[in-house]
């Protein structure tokens, strides 16, 4: 994806948030605490809230790289779906998770 693209997710995820008055989607600020953001994933658009730090993760940035070549950055739940199914996506966040 490379710095440019994860610029711009960030850029269109902070658009996405302040065009919403402070909210993410549906839900309210409160939702989404700080230094975290949303990201929904598999077939049923499961909502799972993850720590900014892992947009620094290469294996995450491969996730929205995908994101990117499925959807743009035109997502039509709000916010950013990760096509990937729910048990692969746990999978990843165990590794991330233990690896910092």
Known sequence: MGIKGIAHAKKKLRRTI????????????????????????????????????????PLFQELLHWAEEEFGYEHPMGGLTIPCTEDYFLSLITILNSSS
């Open 18 to 57: 302040s065009s919403k008055n402070g909210s993410f989607s549906t839900t309210t600020c409160c939702d989404v605490p700080k230094g975290h953001f949303a990201v929904y994933v598999g077939e049923s658009h499961r909502r799972f809230v993850v720590p900014l730090s892992y947009l620094n993760q």
